[in-house]
């Protein structure tokens, strides 16, 4: 069992649609990450949060927007999305020093008409 | 400069067959973290092997062996006895401490097809 859960598994939305992503996790690591995978590609960062704080955003459109409500919990809400964001969204967390290795949800595969 | 470079977009592998799957670092840090994930066509990514900089041993789980060469800048994955299941895409990462937090680069990935 992962213990870093994400839902929902997949999404399918339009372009006008508002919706979120959502990340848990019991494992008390206080940095999580947001990926983005394109298939056949590897996961590129789109944030990264710290003690609750967004640390990293890598110049992502503003039609993504994070929220870290509490340390166990991650959020991405989707508006006026392309297609080409359809894409697996992974959630992950670390230690915040130097040590470990990320730990990954089994990610929310979305798809944008 | 990339990070990390893995060179094989895709390998074959005969089952029961060891396979060698090859991963190079970029880093002027002393302290920093490799590691090696699977990720099934599930798209869930695995956490497999982890070697640290300071780390003397090659690091090993199961089947799983890491040739951990730092002069060269290498860390190498070897899975042993391939099975079916370990047909997947594996990425080479490496960890670095900046500003605080951890910062986790991903190589362009292999795609393992072991064959019966």
């Known amino acids: 069992d992962t213990e870093v859960t994400q839902t929902p598994k997949h999404l399918v939305m339009g372009m006008t649609n508002k919706k979120s992503l959502k990340c848990e996790q019991h494992?008390?690591?206080?940095?999580m990450y947001w990926y983005k995978q394109k298939a056949k590609k590897p996961p590129e960062l789109m944030f990264v949060?710290?003690?609750?704080?967004?640390?990293i955003n890598e110049s992502v459109p503003s039609r993504f927007s994070p929220e870290c409500p509490n340390s166990s919990l991650l959020n991405l809400h989707l508006h006026a999305l392309q297609p080409e964001d359809s894409a697996l969204y992974l959630c992950?967390?670390?230690?915040?020093?130097?040590?470990?290795?990320?730990?990954f949800g089994e990610g929310s595969r979305l798809t944008v008409l | 400069a990339q990070k990390i470079t893995q060179t094989q977009p895709g390998m074959f592998v005969q089952e029961k067959e060891a396979v060698t799957l090859d991963c190079t670092y970029d880093?002027?840090?002393?302290?920093?973290?490799l590691f090696w994930y699977k990720q099934p066509s599930s798209g869930e990514m695995i956490f497999l092997i982890y070697?640290?900089?300071?780390?003397?041993q090659n690091a090993t789980e199961g089947r799983y062996s890491l040739n951990f060469q730092k002069a060269r800048k290498s860390a190498n994955l070897v899975i042993s006895a391939s099975q079916l299941g370990d047909s997947a895409m594996y990425f080479c990462?490496?960890?670095?401490?900046?500003?605080?937090?951890?910062?986790?680069?991903f190589g362009s990935g292999t795609k393992l097809n072991v064959k019966p």
């Open positions: 992950a967390t670390s230690h915040i020093e130097n040590t470990g290795e990320l730990f």
């Open positions: 494992m008390g690591h206080r940095a």
């Open positions: 949060y710290s003690y609750e704080k967004l640390s």
């Open positions: 880093t002027s840090d002393q302290s920093y973290g």
């Open positions: 070697q640290g900089s300071y780390d003397e």
């Open positions: 990462a490496m960890r670095e401490y900046e500003d605080n937090f951890n910062k986790f680069y």
